[in-house]
Each structure stands twice: as C-alpha cells, then as structure tokens.
C-alpha cells in the first residue's frame, strides 16, 4: 500500500473576488527576491502583463499596497513588497498549512 498524502490549493476572496491564492504569494515572493515584477514574472514563466495584473489586483484589493514602484536613479529602479505584504505572505502560508495539517488529519480517519 502507498503512502497517502492529500493536495488542496486554497484561496481568499474579497467582496466576491479572488484576493490572494498560491499563484499570487508565489509572485510576491518573487518580487521581494528580486525587487523587479519583470525578473519575478520571468522566473515564474508568466508575462510581465500577467504579473503586473495579479500585482495590481492585490494593491486595489487589499487594505493598502503590498508593494511599490521605486523610481529610477543611480541605483536603478524595482519594486519593494511592503511591510504589509510581507504580513501578507506570512499570514497567508500559515493559513495554508493550518488547512493542509487539517486536511491531514482528516485523511487519516479514512481507508482510501
């Protein structure tokens, strides 16, 4: 007999609209590593676009930004994920492993 093991993807809504979901934490993440949606995007094989959407759609949904556009200069430019995206990564990871160790645990009851 193999080793059981339960998959789920979770996601939060906001006012009847996708707010956060795996996909969109994973961006996050990307653009706190690299400090550039472009590079993140790049790395998750998505399109700049399709990243700057998910971006803006966490930003006008959520409570205040989960990132920023720094401006070009000596420097360069990026993008910097917020204090409050950061919260949003760590809240959002720890629901998800609260549901998996659940789900878990609900798997053990049964004989599949």
């Known amino acids: 007999m193999g080793i059981k093991k339960i998959k789920s993807r979770i996601w939060i809504e906001r006012n009847g609209k996708p707010f956060l979901g795996y996909g969109k ?14 590079a993140a995007a ?3 094989s998505i399109s700049y676009k399709k990243a700057w959407e998910m971006m803006n759609s966490i930003n006008e949904s959520g409570k205040e930004p989960a990132t920023i556009k720094k401006t070009g200069g000596r420097n360069g430019g990026g993008t910097v994920v917020t204090s409050y995206g950061k919260e949003l990564i760590r809240q959002f990871e720890e629901i998800n492993d609260n549901c998996i160790f659940f789900l878990e645990e609900q798997l053990k009851k049964y004989e599949l």
Request: aromatic share 0%; proline share 0%; glycine share 0%.
């Open 25 to 38: 934490i994973l961006l996050l993440k990307k653009i706190e590593e690299t400090s550039s949606i472009n």
């Open 42 to 44: 790049k790395e998750l």
